[in-house]
């Protein structure tokens, strides 16, 4: 199995909206989800990663850098959306993906990695602590807004 990484394009939308379907459960607005891919590829501080065997998309995470006002006002990154195809797990898609995001929050000068797991998502927490992160150190918090 040959899979390589890069960036999403908005022809991408279809395949990530049935990623995000198997993850969630719930259909995405593919014409919103090309434009939001379209409008954030001009931005630099966004990076889509998507992992494709052949043209098929079996994997996508998203990195964020944010701007600190904090110490040296160095950036950090949020990291967003890390879904495999589950039949693609522990082939080491998942790994691969945070790789090239940590690898854009280097390049970012990044001075460290935000990302969020449902509690309930123990698997996902495994695979997270296997890549260094490590739980209990802090406590994450996450709001919904107009549900």
Do not use: W
Not at 110 to 119: H, P, Q
């Amino acid at each position: 199995m040959e899979v390589t990484v890069r960036k999403a394009e908005k022809e991408d939308a279809s395949q990530l909206s049935d990623l995000f379907v198997e993850f969630t459960g719930a259909p995405s607005d593919i014409t919103a989800m090309r434009e939001t891919i379209e409008l954030i590829s001009k931005r630099p501080e966004y990076y889509v990663a998507v992992a494709c065997e052949q043209e098929r998309v079996v994997g996508t995470a998203m990195g964020i850098i944010c701007r600190d006002l904090c110490g040296d006002g160095r950036p950090f990154m949020l990291i967003e959306n890390v879904v495999v195809a589950q039949s693609y797990h522990g082939e080491g898609i998942g790994k691969r993906l945070m790789n090239e995001l940590e690898q854009f929050g280097r390049e970012n000068r990044c001075k460290y990695v935000i990302l969020v797991s449902e509690a309930d998502r123990t698997d996902s927490h495994h695979f997270y602590e296997s890549l260094g992160y490590p739980s209990g150190e802090e406590v994450g918090f996450k709001k919904k807004l107009d549900e």
